[in-house]
């Protein structure tokens, strides 16, 4: 399938092709009240550096769309890292865990 055509990773912008990981992100946490809420497709890799680097809490009081979550300093260094990589790209995730 040309890339064109492929969905687009709304984080980091780049394709996600049928090979690659990939996964739905509950833009409010299921826990904090978005069940049955909006859901975006995700590289899987992506998915992992939102929820190594913010709480439940924090996705669904300040962190419910994809501007905001572009806009935090550890995912914006992290989106910037990943779109330098293929779109099929996985590792674990960078970085530590963020403390809670």
């Known amino acids: ?7 687009a990773c709304p984080l980091c912008g780049r394709p996600i092709p049928p090979e690659a990981k990939q996964s739905l992100h509950h833009l409010i ?8 809420g909006p859901t975006v497709l995700l590289h899987q890799i992506c998915h992992n550096e939102i929820h ?6 924090e996705l669904a009081r300040d962190f419910h769309t994809i501007e905001a979550l ?15 990589r293929p779109p099929a790209f996985h590792s674990k995730t960078p970085g530590k865990r963020r403390q809670r």
């Open 1 to 7: 399938m040309p890339q064109e055509n492929l969905p």
């Open 29 to 36: 946490p299921r826990l904090r009240g978005g069940k049955g």
């Open 70 to 84: 572009q806009a935090h300093p550890r995912l914006a260094k992290f989106i910037k890292w990943v779109q330098k």
């Open 52 to 57: 190594a680097t913010l709480t439940e809490t």
